[in-house]
């Protein structure tokens, strides 16, 4: 009832709902974006919603992104946020886990796992796999026995999934990793994978069947990865170009090596960091490629004009040529434009914090305060659709980053991270930084550090797979399915497929 009465005007509004403790939960749970733009019509940028007890604050726009992206680690607290859902997922001496600064040196250690000699040597491996998968996978067979069916169909879900573990196990992972990909691993990872839902986000305490599971996977899981790298000690070989070598050689600050425990939960983290992620990206991608047939020709005809061989057939790429590709790059760019899989980023707020004045108008009472024990809530999502920013921003349209005065070339320009250092690829959502309204990497000190290999792994498997196949849509592109972590498109997500060179096979 507190909210018939007159508000706090010190603190920000509070979003009107009917059920206490529930709150908002199942319009946001449903459709995240649609609750954010209607609240921002009613309440401006900065708005707070109850979601099953839990106060949260959410901060619009690239100010809001700026706001909680930007703000102190320490106020704005990751590891008080997503700790509880992913502690008993990856373990318990790395990332949430433990203090923030240690965690960044956890950072720094896998990115040297992702130089540039380790991703160059990844765009053959990947194009293998895809090859490999098109050609030989049951689940993925264009010819029925008799080659009478022209087109295929497969769920891109699905087949995105197989996919990306895949390629990210052959090269992130390693090659003993990717020879254990077996029905046990499989379920190991579907059992570990099954803790990470909504539900176990909002509910950590709750004894469910699937947190059971989760945790019976996790030590399994464990157990497989400190074997591997035992084995990798003894054998003295710490030149693989995979993350198990590049990890097994650092050192923190205070001189402790890195223990076998905290490689192998690094290593379950990365495999989760980048499982949905990758998957529901090429999903999206592929799913527009599919309703724009035209784009996709194009895009096929980029492969041709740079690497089409004189006797008809398209030769493998490096990971130089891969950066060069304005299309692919487009096609990926927009594709997380559109789709960010991570479309709420939170954190938990341990001390009072003023809402600067220009991101929310001050009200009567000077400016809102976001007071500790709330949540913080930023959504590149929506700054990424947002129609005050972008040119029919709803709409799939690759070619907007081909202008250089549209707002998707001024949304990216040249990143400076925390510590000043420059990026500058031409290649990637490289973003301007915590007040770019593009965001699909996150910004800040919690960014993503997965983007170059993302960007690579993507990039090869649409390559490879533009190559080989033509793809159609049924109907429309579907919508999203905002009930899991990472939304996917809902179903019927199925994409009719065939060989480019049917015509000259039959
Ligand atoms: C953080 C997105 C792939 C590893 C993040 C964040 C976002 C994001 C938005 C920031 C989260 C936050 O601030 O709370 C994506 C997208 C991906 C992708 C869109 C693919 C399309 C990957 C891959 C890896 C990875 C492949 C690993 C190889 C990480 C790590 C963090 C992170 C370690 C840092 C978390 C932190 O500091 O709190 N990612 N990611 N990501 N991502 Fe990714």
Not at 135 to 159: H, L, P
Not at 175 to 180: L, T
Not at 283 to 297: G, V, Y
Request: with cysteine.
């Amino acid at each position: 009832l507190r909210q018939f009465l007159p508000q706090d005007t010190s603190k920000p509004p509070v979003v009107f709902h009917w059920l206490p403790y529930i709150g908002s939960a199942i319009y946001y749970g449903n459709d995240p974006l649609n609750f954010f733009f209607s609240c921002r019509e009613k309440y401006g940028n900065v708005f707070t919603f109850i979601l099953f007890g839990r106060r949260v604050t959410v901060a619009l726009g690239a100010q809001g992104n700026d706001f909680v992206l930007g703000g102190k680690s320490i106020v704005f607290n990751a590891e008080d946020a997503y700790g509880a859902l992913t502690i008993p997922i990856f373990g318990d001496d790395v990332v949430y886990a433990i203090p923030n600064d240690q965690f960044m040196e956890q950072k720094k250690f896998v990115k040297v796992g992702l130089s540039t000699d380790n991703l160059r040597a990844y765009v053959g491996m990947i194009e293998d796999e895809v090859e490999d998968f098109i050609n030989n996978d049951t689940s993925f067979r264009v010819y029925q026995a008799n080659d009478i069916e022209e087109w295929g169909f497969f769920d891109v879900s699905k087949v995105m999934a197989e996919i990306t573990i895949l390629t990210a196990s052959r090269t992130l992972q390693g090659k003993h990793v990717r020879g254990s990909l077996n029905k046990t691993f499989s379920q190991l990872f579907n059992d570990l994978d099954g803790g990470f839902t909504p539900v176990n986000f909002l509910f950590p305490n709750l004894p469910m069947e699937n947190s059971r599971r989760r945790d019976h996977a996790h030590k399994k899981m464990s157990d497989f990865y400190v074997n591997i790298i035992e084995e990798r000690r003894k054998s003295g070989n710490l030149d693989e170009s995979d993350m198990i070598s590049a990890l097994l050689k650092q050192k923190y600050r205070n001189g402790k090596p890195v223990s076998d425990s905290e490689v192998a939960h690094m290593l379950i983290a990365l495999l989760m960091a980048g499982q949905h992620t990758s998957q529901a990206t090429g999903a999206w991608a592929i799913l527009h490629l599919a309703d724009q047939p035209e784009f996709a020709e194009k895009l096929y005809k980029e492969q041709v004009k740079h690497f089409g061989t004189p006797d008809g057939s398209i030769r493998s790429m490096t990971f130089e040529e891969l950066r060069q590709l304005p299309l692919l790059d487009a096609l990926i760019r927009e594709t997380l434009r559109l789709h960010p899989p991570i479309h709420s980023i939170m954190r938990n707020v341990r001390d009072d914090v003023p809402v600067p004045p220009t991101l929310s108008a001050p009200s009567k009472d000077g400016v809102y305060v976001v007071p500790k024990g709330h949540w913080v809530l930023a959504s590149p999502a929506v700054s990424q659709t947002d129609p005050l920013i972008w040119k029919d921003a709803m709409t799939f349209d690759p070619y907007r980053w081909a202008d250089p005065e549209g707002a998707a070339a001024q949304a990216l320009k040249t990143y400076v991270d925390e510590n000043g250092e420059k990026y500058d690829y031409g290649f990637g959502a490289v973003s301007k930084g915590t007040q770019s309204p593009y965001q699909p990497f996150g910004a800040g000190r919690h960014r993503c550090i997965g983007e170059q290999f993302a960007y690579l792994q993507l990039g090869t498997i649409l390559s490879t797979l533009i190559r080989e196949l033509e793809f159609r849509l049924p109907g429309p592109v579907p919508d999203n399915n905002y009930h899991t972590m990472i939304p996917m498109p809902k179903e019927p997500r199925s994409v009719h497929y065939r060989r480019r060179n049917f015509a000259s096979r039959a």
